[in-house]
């Protein structure tokens, strides 16, 4: 494997782990508003999350490339106040990773903390618990399986996904070239043998981590970890 | 010491619209059928509802009121759930261990070996929840609810989920609270037999409102409220252990109005017992009964006749000394005698059934 494949999969390995890392940052909050929140938004705000999963990438990657552009919303008042403009740079990336990916992490998180029911929060409550006490020691650890199955789906779907990057990130190597767009590119230039050993190393590392979430799943399931 | 509670809450198909005070000691039964808002008050004064309007005072202090909601978390109220509510990711130690490290040192009342020694549960202590019996959860359920010292614990149903053997296993433990918590407790239940056993004051729930509010002993032997018609009504007596006979296995218990004598009880003299009489073991005589295999037969008086659910049979409230009797008897008995009130005559008691340790009303 030459070195311009293997800066394109720590490139790719780099934008899956810092995706993952914010998005369950980000996402946790947000899941467990929607588990328990009230707010007439809710539906609207789950349809929203849940957007990327039925949107073409490219259509994704394009209205990103627009709003974070020189000219665009974002980017000009981003440009006004001096910081660099996001597209075609990692932080692009990362942005339009974490979009992507979002239904991903939040929807497994959000499904936790519904399981993990109101009763266990209210015994908490009733053993002098305050609400974040109840978040932090109740909620999160109940809803372990459902953090661990985002943080892989947002992995691996982070280091899968191809159209918001060629659209955000366009393709420089050694920047925001990832290991799928480089597979693309030995495809397009009949280079079979890279291609082989880029699809190989992805096919491995998606069955491993899959492999990880099931095992670990069915672990838990056996001590009756859950509610 | 009370609970004043003024409560308003819209449920789906009935409204909760409670306005009563309770005494803050003892035990204090809320009975009802399913349906009538039990839980869902007792959900009110934990503060779990926060929805409900109205008022909630315990001990003074206010716990709601227009201005303001205590939440569940400051209220320092032990709850304890009608089905499992144990942590399923934590062993029974750390089950325990929550609600007593959240309770600042100098205000814990219990430690963690005293409850495990209450409730038995030494053995358990590293087990998970998903491997005890139903029992063993509510035992757990109930020792870390009281670890978290609580100024007034809630028991909603905790019997109801378990089989017959595990709430006798449970219940001595509950009347053993009376004597270790020295808290007031609120126990739901629907079972009559259980509220006998336990309550010393009683709240009759119907169709989310209260239909009476009085001393148990009084309650179960008013004639206009349903608890006399049930089939296995009856009163209770507090006593006190006397005298033990063990050559006919039979010890003797004082109630304010004489002895009674009971299936022999290993408990010392001068422990404070409650016993409970069954209506339907109640026969009435108009002379002294000579002659008799009744071993309990004590002077009473007429205060009250009442029809029964059942039309061949009567309720007569007698008073035993100063205390309430409830006797069902058919109704030709009561014809053919002329029962009247006033009348006094001789009760004779067939079965009274003595009820586990409870502690002397004066202990509260």
Redesign the interface.
């Known amino acids: 494997m030459d070195s311009a494949d293997l800066i394109a999969l720590w490139i790719s390995f780099r934008l899956a782990a810092t995706t993952t890392l914010l998005l369950l940052l980000l996402g946790t909050p947000l899941a467990w508003w929607l588990a328990i929140g009230s707010s007439r938004w809710r539906t609207a705000i789950d349809a929203l999350v849940s957007l990327p999963l039925v949107l073409p990438p490219t259509v994704l990657g394009f209205y990103l490339l627009i709003l974070l552009g020189p000219q665009g919303a974002l980017g000009a008042p981003l440009r006004w106040l001096g910081v660099s403009v996001p597209v075609f740079s990692f932080t692009g990336l990362v942005i339009g990773s974490m979009l992507y990916s979002l239904p991903f992490a939040v929807q497994p998180l959000r499904d936790a903390f519904l399981s993990v029911g109101t ?2 929060l ?10 974040w ?2 978040f932090f ?2 909620a999160l ?2 809803a ?1 399986r459902g953090a661990l199955t985002a943080a892989v789906l947002s992995f691996a779907h982070t280091l899968g996904e191809f159209g918001v990057v060629l659209m955000i990130g366009g393709n420089i190597p050694g920047r925001t070239r990832t290991a799928s767009i480089a597979l693309f590119d030995h495809a397009e230039a009949l280079e079979y043998a890279a291609a082989y050993r880029l699809s190989l190393v992805l096919l491995g590392v998606c069955f491993v981590l899959l492999l990880l979430v099931y095992g670990v799943n069915r672990r838990l399931r056996a ?5 | 010491m009370t609970l004043a509670l003024q409560l308003s809450l819209p449920r789906a198909g009935f409204r909760l619209e409670v306005a009563c005070e309770l005494p803050a000691r003892g035990i204090t039964g809320l009975f009802g059928r399913s349906g009538s808002g039990k839980t869902t008050l007792l959900r009110c004064i934990a503060g779990l509802e926060p929805a409900v309007r109205g008022q909630i005072e315990f001990n003074g202090e206010p716990w709601q009121d227009a201005q303001r909601f205590v939440p569940a978390h400051l209220r320092a109220v032990g709850y304890v759930f009608q089905e499992s509510s144990l942590f399923p990711h934590l062993d029974v130690r750390a089950n325990l261990e929550y609600g007593l490290q959240r309770v600042p040192p100098a205000q814990r009342r219990l430690d963690l070996e005293e409850a495990v020694r209450q409730l038995d549960l030494a053995s358990l202590l590293r087990h998970r929840p998903a491997q005890l019996s139903g029992g063993e959860r509510q035992r757990v359920a109930i020792a870390r609810a009281l670890l978290s010292s609580p100024r007034l614990l809630l028991l909603d149903e905790p019997l109801s989920s378990l089989d017959p053997r595990s709430r006798a296993e449970i219940l001595p433990h509950l009347e053993r609270l009376r004597d270790v918590a020295s808290i007031p407790l609120i126990y739901v239940s629907h079972v009559l037999g259980e509220i006998m056993r336990l309550a010393d004051e009683l709240v009759l729930l119907e169709a989310g409102r209260v239909r009476a509010v009085g001393p148990l002993q009084q309650l179960l032997t008013r004639s206009d409220l349903p608890l006399a018609q049930f089939t296995d009504s009856g009163s209770v007596f507090d006593a006190v252990i006397e005298e033990h006979d063990p050559t006919y296995q039979l010890s003797y218990v004082r109630i304010s109005a004489g002895r009674l004598a009971v299936a022999l009880k290993q408990a010392p003299i001068g422990q404070h017992v409650r016993v409970r009489i069954d209506a339907r073991d109640v026969s009435l005589a108009l002379k002294p009964p000579e002659l008799t295999s009744i071993l309990n037969v004590l002077p009473a008086t007429v205060r009250e006749l009442a029809g029964d659910g059942d039309p061949a049979q009567t309720l007569v409230r007698l008073e035993l000394g100063t205390e309430p009797l409830l006797a069902r008897i058919t109704r030709r008995s009561a014809v053919q005698l002329g029962l009247t009130p006033g009348m006094r005559l001789h009760a004779q008691i067939k079965s009274v059934a003595l009820m586990e340790s409870s502690a002397a009303p004066s202990n509260w």
């Open positions: 009763r266990a209210e015994v908490a409550a009733t053993l002098r618990a305050s609400p006490d109840r020691t109740i650890p109940l372990a001590v009756g970890s859950t509610a």
